[in-house]
């Protein structure tokens, strides 16, 4: 036990001290902090600009021209500010007017008008020099269907109840049932939007924080063993030890950075800006499901000793350290399968493929989390899910053990699966 406590002490200090763990730490922790503060940065830069100054010449469909008028004052923040400029007497002489007022700056862009007697309503053109202008041209659209509209009314010579009736907002509430619990219980449209960006977070830090722990375990194995320390080290430390050591240490390494970011990133989100940034959004952090947290920390731990224990069995056959990427590729692929899956699934938590693969202990630390998070899979289903990943883990565990315990003694080329099998007969674990 003492030379297991060696390792791990070993293996923290060096990860801890080492400029590539501190410089990535740092870097990650800036665009965290970066993404925390996003949504106010977006809401800021974004949020207090002045509406878009459309011309038109001052007289043609007033009607229309009004009813825009009135349409944009009755926002809070319109889109569009509407500036009337003085006809000139003939059309062309018109649009040269409105293109001097684009020069001049009064402007960024006009309106013009075109009869349409079978519409009865004239077809609008806007006009402006950016090539794009779509937030500009969708809020004139809006206005000129409601101009439209009440114009229709107005013909149609409808009561003030009527037209109340008429113009009243359907009521609508989106929210997830759950036919596991009481009636009305579920989440509303802000609990979901929460969660789905809750669990997208999650997932990319699991998948993250797996593979870079993992690839740290293969790399540091492989050149203890390419450099002939394996050799010095097998003599006072027995290879079961040696390779939880390094499990446990490099866990408790990266459980470390994975507790400065969590830090940063909640500092970031508790400030009172991001609160109201977030809730414009539709995304309420007072929503958060303090049981997805708990699974999301566990399935970390699951998914990271079931991963990090194939890490260091592949890591130890191979004897270079450039053979050391092909040689995890296939648990690598393993990993990106589950996590490109789990991505698909954030829209459709629901489908086959996600409920069956969320049953695949390889993929459960995604799929099986994915779905906790956004959809309602009965208990059972979350109990086997997590059976299976625990007792897969251990059995990978014994396996993994016997597999190091072979491979960091056989140098040059990679050992066959027949030879893997040879010798580890004559190990017991």
Same mark, same amino acid.
């Given at each position: ?100 007022? %684009?020069?001049?700056?009064? +402007?960024?862009?006009? @309106? $013009? ?5 079978? =519409?009865?309503?004239?077809? #609008? *053109? ?85 593979? %870079?722990?993992?690839?740290? +375990?293969?790399?540091? @194995? $492989? ?5 002939? =320390?394996?050799?010095?080290? #097998? *003599? ?194």
């Amino acid at each position: 036990m003492n030379s297991m406590l060696t390792v791990m002490k070993f293996t923290i200090r060096n990860k801890l001290y080492s400029k590539s763990y501190i410089i990535t730490t740092l870097i990650i922790a800036l665009l965290m902090a970066l993404g925390a503060n996003a949504p106010y940065l977006i809401q800021k830069l974004t949020g207090n600009s002045e509406p878009t100054k459309v011309g038109y010449i001052e007289g043609q469909h007033s009607e229309i021209t009004q009813g825009l008028a009135d349409y944009f004052a009755g926002q809070e923040e319109p889109d569009v500010a509407l500036v009337a400029i003085p006809p000139t007497g003939s059309e062309d002489s018109d649009i040269e007017a409105l293109k001097q007022a %684009i020069k001049e700056g009064k +402007i960024k862009g006009y @309106i $013009t008008f075109k009869e349409n007697a079978e =519409v009865g309503f004239p077809d #609008v *053109t806007y006009s402006s020099e950016k090539l794009l202008e779509s937030s500009t041209s969708q809020a004139l659209q809006g206005a000129l269907q409601m101009v439209k509209t009440n114009i229709a009314v107005s013909d149609a010579k409808l009561t003030e109840s009527q037209q109340k009736k008429l113009f009243a907002p359907v009521s609508l509430t989106s929210v997830q049932i759950s036919l596991s619990e009481d009636e009305g219980t579920g989440k509303s449209v802000e609990e979901q939007a929460t969660a789905i960006g809750l669990t997208y977070v999650i997932i990319i830090l699991l998948f993250m924080a797996i593979m %870079i722990t993992g690839t740290m +375990i293969a790399t540091e @194995i $492989t050149a203890e063993k390419s450099s002939r =320390v394996m050799e010095i080290l #097998v *003599t006072s430390v027995a290879p079961l030890k040696q390779m939880f050591g390094k499990i446990i240490g490099t866990f408790i390494a990266g459980l470390t950075q994975l507790v400065v970011l969590g830090a940063v990133l909640a500092a970031n989100l508790s400030l009172p800006q991001n609160k109201d940034a977030f809730a414009s959004f539709g995304i309420r952090l007072d929503s958060i499901d303090p049981l997805l947290l708990v699974f999301a920390v566990f399935f970390y731990l699951a998914g990271y000793f079931l991963f990090a224990t194939l890490f260091a069995a592949l890591g130890s056959m191979a004897s270079r350290t450039e053979d050391m990427n092909q040689v995890v590729m296939p648990v690598s692929m393993l990993m990106l399968i589950g996590f490109y899956i789990a991505i698909y699934g954030l829209s459709n938590p629901d489908s086959p493929l996600v409920v069956v693969c969320s049953f695949v202990p390889f993929f459960a630390p995604f799929l099986m989390f994915l779905r906790i998070g956004l959809s309602d899979p009965l208990w059972w289903e979350t109990t086997l899910s997590i059976v299976l990943l625990l007792a897969t883990t251990g059995l990978l565990g014994w396996l993994s053990a016997k597999i190091y315990r072979t491979g960091i003694l056989m140098y040059g080329k990679r050992p066959t699966i027949k030879e893997l099998l040879k010798a580890m007969k004559a190990y017991k674990v």
